[in-house]
């Protein structure tokens, strides 16, 4: 189903307004990133391939920032249980 859409200007950049349909259609939501391509003169707008799933994201971590397994809080100065 065709649409029209009005472009309009943001700052530097100009913009379309997606119809809700082709969002739920596309899968996308608000603050989703999108690919945009121009193929035969023709604007194609599709789900970016940056979405990565929980064990996706943990695979590629390399432990930067990982707590330290233990931490020394020095000698007790009151009347703390160890």
């Known amino acids: ?13 100009r913009g379309i307004r ?7 259609q596309l899968g996308i939501s608000a603050g989703d990133k999108v690919s ?8 194609v707008v ?8 929980l064990r996706a994201r943990l695979a590629a ?3 930067a920032g990982a707590p ?3 931490y020394d809080w020095g ?4 009347k703390e249980l160890w």
């Open 1 to 13: 189903m065709a649409k029209t859409a009005t472009v309009t200007k943001w700052g530097n950049a």
């Open 18 to 24: 997606l119809p809700e349909s082709f969002c739920r």
């Open 36 to 43: 945009l391509t121009i193929e035969k003169n023709r604007l």
């Open 46 to 53: 599709a789900p970016a391939d940056e979405r990565y799933t």
């Open 61 to 63: 971590w390399d432990g």
């Open 68 to 70: 330290e397994p233990e």
């Open 75 to 78: 000698t007790p100065v009151g």
